[in-house]
């Protein structure tokens, strides 16, 4: 395996919420009274079913709780072993899945709040994503409003399966408002489960809507560049998150030869779409869908035409590699630094800031 550098950024990573009544502290009085009165229990997602063995390795799975539940538990296993400089946090709690713009709004707000309290405030390592209820776009931009002042948070969280193609005009306002303070969008693996996650409908076992995830950020990438959002918001970053990254250039490859031919009914794609991934787009490094031979990865490499492209991540807790084998064969020092130092810090420009409690004489 390659050998990981110090100072590294994690891209990746997730604390879980212990419980729904983690959340009661950060709730108004009429929502904290909604949950109770209601017998709420927990928002849970099954994008990682709990007792799934890719759900968290064997040695970062607690005895009690759920993993990455625990800020101990995520310095012993990452912060500290992986020797990074930050890891960003992207929780991924079932606050989407619910239908009430309302409530949803009200949960994430939570969400955030808990995040920042509980998370950033005991562990200087550690950056936010901000959730976003996307239901209601409005509410969503006055979310990253209300977050965007906190330096600590450095991108703005989505999901790749939702009610909607991300590219449309509808959610635009919200590529503007992460533009304009300078946050990258991240899209991650995941759903709401409004919808079948196949583009053919509900399938039976995990292992179809784990394998269909690829499939949707191919379509939600596609969505984006066609409808125009990159013209629109030039200095917008888009980070795909659990997305793998061994399909981009044979994706990229179909996606040029129609964007050629069709391109008449988008003239305001104006650039190639390999153009606008390289300047736009990245992705993070695990889960890596490729085979375990250095040679044909530098292949690959070879054909997706850049160096900036991907992030280093863990996915901590989950399964996606033992021991510190973070990184695939094969990778020079030179694509090491770029990948765990140089692009998460072209990428994430918050990070070369320092938080309010780093910036204290």
């Known amino acids: 395996m390659a050998q990981l550098i110090a100072g590294g950024v ?29 017998g709420m229990t927990d928002l849970v997602s099954q994008s990682y079913p709990a007792n799934s063995p890719i759900s968290a390795r064997p040695d970062w799975r607690p005895d009690t709780g759920k993993p990455g539940s625990s800020l101990h538990d995520m310095r012993r296993h990452v912060l500290d072993p992986f020797k990074v400089s930050h890891a960003i946090c992207n929780p991924l709690y079932g606050v989407q899945m619910v239908f009430s ?39 969503s931009v006055a979310e990253i409003e209300r977050c965007a002042s906190d ?18 005009r509808s ?65 917008l970053k888009m980070v795909m998150l659990e997305s793998g990254f061994t399909w981009l250039p044979p994706y990229l490859w179909r996606l040029h030869k129609f964007w050629r031919g069709v391109r008449m009914e988008t003239p305001w794609v104006d650039r190639p779409p390999l ?28 054909h997706m035409q850049s ?32 990948i765990m130092i140089d692009n998460p810090l072209a990428t994430y420009s918050r990070l070369n800031e320092p938080s309010p409690k780093e910036a204290r004489p």
């Open 307 to 338: 160096d900036e492209l991907l992030l280093f991540s863990t996915d901590y807790p989950h399964w996606q590699f033992d021991g510190d084998d973070a990184l695939p064969p094969g990778l020079s020092a030179d694509l090491v630094r770029k």
């Open 171 to 235: 959610l635009w306002p919200i590529y503007e408002a992460a533009e304009r303070h300078g946050l990258p969008v991240g899209i991650h693996a995941g759903a709401n489960y409004h919808n079948p996650p196949t583009s053919v409908g509900w399938g039976s076992y995990h292992i179809e809507d784990y394998v269909a995830q690829a499939q949707a950020f191919q379509t939600q990438l596609t969505s984006l560049i066609v409808e125009g959002v990159f013209a629109r918001y030039p200095r």
């Open 101 to 139: 713009e309302d409530m949803a709004d009200a949960f994430c707000r939570a969400l955030n709040d808990w995040l920042a309290r509980e998370w950033l405030d005991e562990e200087p390592r550690l950056r936010g994503s901000i959730v976003i209820p996307v239901q209601s776009v409005a509410k």
């Open 10 to 38: 994690d891209c990746d990573v997730h604390p879980a919420v212990p419980h729904l009544t983690s959340l009661l502290p950060y709730l108004n009085d009429y929502w904290r009274d909604q949950v109770t009165t209601r």
């Open 151 to 168: 330096p600590r948070f450095v991108q703005v969280l989505m999901l790749v399966m939702g009610d909607v193609p991300l590219g449309k």
């Open 275 to 302: 153009e606008i991934v390289r300047s736009n787009i990245r992705f993070s490094l695990q889960p890596i869908d490729a085979p375990p031979d250095g040679t044909t990865l530098n292949r690959l490499f070879d």
